[in-house]
């Protein structure tokens, strides 16, 4: 029974479905330059090759380094009674290092730094061959898939949204400004979601087959 119900042969491999709204579409070697949308929502499905690998490295290398301002600089400066306390994200995971808090500092660092860093190092190695015109390198499949389960736990984004609700409860007890790194944040939310839109999975995994 399952033979006489089953559609016409499609291998997986060739089946493109659109992040948006699950449209399955057969995917197609496009000519170099052109690009493809989803026929319902029109997302964008697959991107021309090179140009947009180079674009993903390119934002990934931005990314890192907004981390590094983001994690080290003062986040935001705390005034009430004429004392002043200024914070970074690293300072505070630190205070928090020791004692019962410790693993959640652990949970809240690797959601919004290790996590998005290893992302950024991950799409990096996949493509910077590709880019280049060169064979994967080894265990680049491995490290992709690795990179896109990590996708939901990276949280960056999630941790700017609570962070502006809890300013606006502290406003009312202190004053509050905000520092260098939390407008580094919201660069990098920026830059990760540009690079997100240049990612066309289909296209990555084809060519580190093909290659
Ligand atoms: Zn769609």
Known sequence: MAETSAPAKLDPAELIACPQCDALHRAEHLPEGT????VRCKTLLIVPRERSFLHVIALSFTGMILMIG??????????????????????VAMAFSDGWLAPLAFAVLSMIVAIPVFRFLALIYTLWPL??????????????RLAEEAQPWAMAEIFIIGTAVALVKIAGLAQVSL?????????????????????????????????
């Open 35 to 38: 690009r493809a949308r989803c």
């Open 131 to 144: 880019a280049n015109g060169q064979p994967a390198w080894p265990h680049a499949a491995l490290i992709f």
């Open 179 to 211: 520092g260098p790194a939390f407008w580094a944040f919201c660069v990098l939310i920026i830059v990760t979601t540009l690079k997100n839109s240049f990612v066309s999975k289909w296209v990555i995994w084809d060519e580190i087959e093909q290659k």
């Open 70 to 91: 983001a994690i080290f600089f003062p986040f935001l400066e705390i005034s009430a009674r004429g004392l002043t306390h200024e914070s970074s994200i690293f300072g």
